[in-house]
């Protein structure tokens, strides 16, 4: 209970009224109190609901069928919450009930009151006891109730005779009043709605923060080293006061002295955080990827490349090797491909996640080809030693690996080499669902990543198939309006949709006689409509197309 404090008296001196206008200085207004605030899981949906249900008990207008609606609602918010229901609220609902079978003229009304007011001290008076032990006059003067409340309870509790009708009337009112000062009008007045999707626990919070100051240091250290700046002296000359002072102070913890050992030294670090983490946070890979597509400088630097791309590549290796081995390639992957196709994102993002995005895809190229080339000799050789290709996460490689690498068709200056997750090794393959996702939104950002991803569908196409797809890709991407196949409708302006590109292919199909044979021309995109056969016709354990 707070106190107010004793002023002291004064012992000054009297002095002349012409001093005490010198020295008397107006006061300045004192700052408006800091209402801390926090966040509590209520029974409630919102501040509607409570709003609502309030009106409902206190409301000037306030019926009895009301009153049994605001006692319903409570019911709902105890079933909600247990025995994490507010204290007050459950008080009250005691309180109300008696009242309302007081109205109905209950001829045990006596033991009802008796009942419900016991309840509600008992109530409230948990909120403050607690585990402590303390008498109940303290209690109630804790609370701000009246000392006779507790002398009241007492007789309903272990009186021989219960207190007169019409006393437990005008206690269980002055009750409710209390309550409703106390509890019901400052949450009413006081209380906000939380969204749940805007609310983060801390130690996601934690994460966030602590990803994001490290991918910070990783993306003003790559703009140095691929700049040419390997010496915090040359870091210093290209970057401002305030950048240069966070690399220096992170150099200087990690002992290193060049912008590739502070690279290096971020990867490890970042790698040592999510393996900490991965374990008890649900979100963090969303986390991850949101603070990865945050890099300024990352995202962009791919439009800057000129015949310096080895320098990005090599810089950048590390990053995408930890992804892999985290397991978190094929999601930063997904993001990169959703940024491209968003049109919302300003031009210079969309552009360097497909940068991105398509070095991506010639890896994924490469991992398919080698993969598949091992298993060819592996069935011609089944002594051959077993190859595991996570170890392209690393610099050691094996015979057969480099072997493999040297014949997957790509140049290793130029392409991001890493390989698959040493928990869960898997073909990077893609659904096709997931590749003509991609039609839709089609645009020039996304259209390197379609044209990659057509070699990689899951079940395959045909090279017929995948050689329509890309010419379609190119006529979209350098706008030739005048296509043979699509002038068969006469519209000059024909969507470049799934089901238009399905109807290409089938054509295609057809005329080189590769159309299945109960396939039906339809309208319904990938799917196709089978032959209505007559099953009356056919006896037990004969198909019907077998005959």
């Not at 008796?114 to 109940?136: D, E, L, P, V, W």
């Not at 709605?193 to 602590?210: I, V, W, Y």
């Not at 990005?312 to 999601?331: D, H, P, S």
């Amino acid at each position: 209970m707070a106190i107010a404090k004793k002023e002291k008296p004064n012992v000054k001196k009297k002095i002349s009224e012409k001093g005490k206008q010198q020295k008397t200085k107006a006061a300045p207004a004192p700052p408006p109190p800091i209402v801390k605030q926090r966040t509590v899981v209520t029974p409630w949906r919102d501040t509607l609901e409570f709003q609502t249900t309030y009106d409902w008990l206190f409301g000037k207008t306030s019926t009895t069928a009301n009153r049994r609606q605001a006692l319903s609602k409570i019911r709902i918010w105890s079933l909600r919450r247990g025995n994490l229901c507010p204290a007050a609220v459950m008080a009250t609902s005691v309180l109300v009930q008696a009242q309302l079978e007081d109205q109905e003229g209950n001829a045990k009304i006596q033991n009802t009151y008796a009942s419900a007011f016991t309840r509600f001290y008992n109530f409230m008076s948990s909120i403050i006891q607690g585990h402590n032990m303390s008498s109940m006059y303290e209690t109630a003067r804790e609370l701000g109730l009246q000392s006779f409340i507790v002398d009241l309870r007492h007789l309903c509790a272990h009186g021989q005779e219960l207190p007169p009708v019409e006393v437990l009337r005008n206690t269980s009112e002055h009750c409710l009043e209390w309550l409703r000062t106390y509890y019901w009008l400052p949450h009413k007045e006081n209380m906000s709605n939380l969204h749940a999707g805007k609310l983060k626990r801390k130690d996601k919070l934690k994460f966030e923060k602590a990803v994001s100051n490290l991918l910070e240091i990783y993306d003003l250290t790559l703009e140095c080293h691929f700049k040419g700046a390997e010496k915090l002296k040359a870091i210093s000359k290209l970057k401002s006061s305030a950048e240069f002072n966070k690399i220096r102070v992170y150099s200087s913890s990690k002992k290193a002295k060049t912008s590739k050992e502070i690279l290096d030294a971020v990867i490890n670090d970042l790698s040592a955080l999510v393996k900490k983490e991965s374990s008890s946070m649900k979100d963090l890979l969303d986390i991850y990827t949101g603070c990865l597509l945050k890099m300024e400088y990352f995202l962009g630097v791919g439009l800057q490349v000129d015949d310096n791309e080895d320098t990005l590549i090599a810089a950048t290796q590390g990053l995408f090797r930890l992804l892999a081995m985290q397991g978190y390639i094929e999601k930063v992957f997904v993001a990169l491909v959703q940024l491209t196709e968003n049109e919302n994102e300003a031009e210079q993002r969309r552009l360097g996640a497909s940068y991105w995005a398509s070095k991506m895809v010639e890896t994924f190229g490469m991992l398919f080809r080698m993969k598949r080339m091992y298993k060819e000799e592996l069935d011609l050789n089944d002594k051959l030693k077993a190859v595991d290709f996570s170890s392209l996460n690393t610099d050691k490689l094996s015979k057969t690996m480099r072997s493999l690498l040297v014949h997957s068709n790509v140049d290793p200056s130029y392409t991001l080499i890493f390989g698959d997750n040493p928990k869960k090794s898997r073909s990077l393959v893609f659904e096709r669902e997931f590749i003509m996702q991609r039609v839709g939104p089609f645009s020039k950002y996304s259209a390197p990543i379609l044209k990659g991803l057509l070699p990689l569908a899951d079940p395959p196409f045909s090279k017929s198939q995948v050689a329509d797809l890309s010419k379609l890709c190119d006529i979209r991407l350098h706008e030739f309006e005048q296509l043979e196949p699509m002038e068969e409708d006469g519209s000059s302006e024909e969507s470049y949709n799934l089901e238009h590109l399905e109807k290409l292919l089938a054509k295609a199909a057809q005329s080189k006689g590769n159309a299945p044979s109960n396939a039906v021309s339809s309208d319904l995109g990938i799917w196709k409509v089978e032959k209505d056969y007559d099953w009356s016709k056919c006896a037990l354990g004969v198909l019907p197309w077998a005959n």
